[in-house]
């Protein structure tokens, strides 16, 4: 079949390549960090999927149907074959609701969702909002803060910053059932030095609705 098998083995190539990135990057789009970033490059690999649509419907059936044709094949057309149903998917706003909803994140999640920070150790010291806390930096300073689900489902992603001196960390929690008690640990880069006010805050999520628990301040007296 010469020019029409390259051509076919291109859409499959396209359709391959697609399928391989979008299945590699969707364990970090149905998380929390770096999400937005693999959700945009799902959206690109939608684009090689439509092209791949193209080329089959434009270039490869056309050319198929010519050589059964000359081989008086003339009563049975190549089948159509689009892997990309709807334009939509090229949105990559589009692509990231579809996926909010497959991690549970969705903006629209039912149920009562809630977190507060229930307490914050720092290189083993527990701090207390109020009451300067020291602690020697000879390792490094690492924040350890401990959050409470006190919704009604499975929370994946949670997701605490800390803030110092003009800096923002973050860590994560990947999952945290309801009820349960999980930390993040968040090693404070660059390392703080001298008295500092840290501020540590549990980000709120989808759906939300009472934050006033979910932050406090501290002061930090790095030695």
Do not use: C
């Amino acid at each position: 079949m010469g020019r029409a098998q390259s051509n076919l083995e291109l859409v499959y190539q396209l359709r391959s390549d697609a399928m391989d990135e979008i299945a590699e990057k969707m364990p970090t789009a149905l998380g929390d960090a770096g999400a937005e970033k693999a959700m945009a490059g799902i959206a690109k690999q939608m684009q090689k999927l439509l092209a791949s649509d193209v080329v089959y419907e434009q270039v490869v059936r056309p050319e198929v149907d010519g050589v059964l044709a000359n081989n008086g094949i003339s009563d049975s057309d190549v089948p159509e074959s689009t892997f990309l149903p709807d334009e939509k998917w090229l949105d990559e706003a589009t692509v990231s609701e579809a996926l909010g909803g497959v991690s549970g994140s969705s903006e629209n999640a039912s149920g009562v969702h809630g977190t507060e920070l229930s307490g914050v150790v720092v290189n083993g010291t527990e701090l207390v909002e109020g009451a300067p806390a020291t602690v020697s930096a000879e390792e490094g300073v690492e924040v350890e803060a401990s959050v409470q689900n006190q919704g009604e489902s499975t929370e994946n992603g949670v997701t605490v910053a800390v803030t110092y001196e003009g800096t923002t960390v973050k860590g994560e929690i990947d999952e945290l059932p309801a009820g349960e008690t999980g930390t993040a640990i968040i090693p404070l880069t660059p390392t703080p030095s001298g008295e500092v006010t840290i501020e540590v805050v549990v980000e709120a999520l989808p759906g939300e609705e009472l934050t006033e628990n979910n932050e406090a301040a501290y002061t930090l007296v790095v030695e």
